[in-house]
């Protein structure tokens, strides 16, 4: 495997790049939970870039909120000191310039902590397309003990209602030239983040079109920019989908 490594503003992000012969876009994966019997640096999801290479480059990130000298499973990109969702953007930005393409060749992917990211980063590239499963929105809402390790790590002396973290800790949609495409993927079974994450939102934003689905090979073909589609998988619950049903995901939506 060939790890790069990537800095600014002091932080060091590390990821693995497979670059197509002939990419029509980019996916940028982004980790969900560590177990951290696994080691400090992961990248999650890497061995599914096959499933994608004819047509798609993928980018797998590693969380550099989580390393040796912390004993945190889960980051969301906050970094430590450090702003490691801008560090990430910036490599983005690199990449996609690099290889020719544009911002609107960008699909952003996570689930769980990943689709927080991954939330956050459509923000940022208004012309990207982003596929979320089951993500966090608001990490305040998340369970309290993984979440105040997060904060004490990460903003060890900052008030937690300080306007910067709390836009640093949640995801509100950007209407504002919104181009691309967000699909939060959501299981109903996963009643934790039905109830504390995206009900929040859906009850915050209502322009949001819902697809409630029995089969990701069902159509959920949109044009409108906020979407939302239901599933109901309750063996799964908070897991997100096989790699094969992630393929049917990508699929329906962009149409490989």
Request: proline share 4%; hydrophobic share 35%.
């Amino acid at each position: 495997m060939d790890v790069k490594s990537f800095s600014f503003n002091g932080c060091e992000l590390k990821y693995v790049y497979h670059e197509s012969l002939c990419p029509e876009k980019i996916i940028f994966f982004f980790p969900g939970a560590y177990d951290r019997s696994k080691g400090d640096v992961q990248f999650q999801r890497n061995s599914w870039f096959p499933d994608y290479i004819e047509k798609y480059s993928c980018v797998f990130f590693d969380d550099p909120t989580i390393d040796e000298n912390n004993n945190l499973t889960i980051g969301w990109f906050q970094g430590d000191r450090s702003n490691a969702l801008c560090c990430a953007s910036q490599l983005v930005s690199k990449i996609v310039k690099d290889s020719g393409l544009s911002n609107k060749d960008v699909v952003f992917f996570g689930s769980s902590a990943g689709g927080f990211v991954s939330l956050k980063m459509s923000n940022i590239y208004t012309e990207s397309t982003v596929v979320a499963i089951n993500p966090q929105i608001y990490l305040n809402k998340f369970y309290p003990r993984l979440y105040s390790a997060m904060i004490d790590i990460c903003y060890p002396d900052q008030v937690e209602n300080d306007n910067d973290i709390i836009e640093r800790i949640s995801y509100s949609p950007e209407l504002t030239g919104r181009y691309g495409k967000v699909f939060i993927i959501q299981n109903k079974s996963d009643t934790f983040h039905l109830v504390n994450h995206v009900g929040v939102l859906q009850k915050r934003f209502n322009f949001f079109r819902v697809f409630d689905v029995t089969s990701f090979q069902e159509g959920f073909k949109s044009e409108n920019s906020f979407n939302i589609v239901f599933y109901d998988d309750a063996v799964l619950g908070h897991n997100p989908p096989s790699r094969y049903d992630t393929k049917l995901i990508m699929k329906e939506i962009f149409g490989f």
